[in-house]
């Protein structure tokens, strides 16, 4: 599995658009990205999920540039709930049954 | 939205009893998975399950671990012989052939005491 660095932390402000890079140098040409947010106590949601340009959805947006080695989760106009921790993963969408190997995610905490 | 439902929410076991995690994935769901999460740690793959058979398990899921879908709907995970470190929240997920999206329930967080 192509390994992926993310920041640790970012701090945010309500009403703010909020952009978390991953980077996957190692992308596989089978490999999509998946990105998931995990609330404390809760299990992982899925979010979004792509494999090159631009992917959106009524959460968020993920922008891949042609390369894929990274990846940027786009979170318009954030609020008080979205503090949570996002996870970007990487491995082949074609097979349902594989399983998901999570790293350290990003805390996002979204202020006042 | 369709959900997968875990239970109980919150388990208190002695150490070395078994405990016995219950989980009911979404009813058109092929793919049924066990992860933990220690308290601050990363969330960890345990099991997937798939046409009533272990498709693939980590160096975790040892031989204290078992699953089973005793009925259509169940999905349980069993843990023999409890320890102190076995202290998780364990997460039950659950996906459809082809969508790599998948769906997790709120887990049960398990304490040995």
């Known amino acids: 599995l192509a390994k992926t660095t993310q920041p640790i932390s970012m701090d945010s402000y309500e009403g703010q658009e909020v952009n978390i890079t991953c980077s996957h140098n190692?992308?596989?040409?089978?490999?999509?990205i998946t990105w998931y947010q995990q609330f404390p106590s809760q299990g992982p949601r899925f979010i979004i999920q792509g494999y090159k340009t631009k992917v959106t959805n009524e959460v968020a947006s993920l922008f891949i540039p042609a390369d894929r080695k990274s990846s940027t989760l786009s979170l318009p106009r954030v609020s008080l709930s979205d503090t949570a921790v996002y996870y970007c993963?990487?491995?082949?969408?074609?097979?349902?049954?594989?399983?998901?190997?999570f790293g350290g995610g990003t805390r996002l905490m979204v202020k006042p | 939205e369709p959900e997968v439902t875990q239970t109980p929410s919150h388990q208190v076991t002695q150490m070395g009893q078994e405990v016995i995690l219950r989980c009911v994935p979404i009813s058109n769901h092929l793919y049924f998975y066990w992860y933990r999460q220690i308290l601050g740690q990363k969330v960890e793959f345990l099991v997937s399950f798939y046409n009533n058979e272990i498709s693939e398990k980590s160096e975790i899921f040892d031989d204290q671990f078992s699953v089973e879908r005793p009925d259509g709907s169940n999905f349980t995970l069993k843990i023999r012989s409890t320890k102190l470190e076995d202290s998780a929240m364990y997460f039950c997920a659950s996906s459809w052939t082809g969508e790599y999206g998948y769906t997790f329930g709120s887990g049960t967080r398990l304490t040995v005491v």
């Open positions: 993963l990487v491995g082949d969408g074609r097979n349902a049954g594989n399983m998901l190997t």
């Open positions: 190692n992308i596989a040409t089978n490999d999509y």
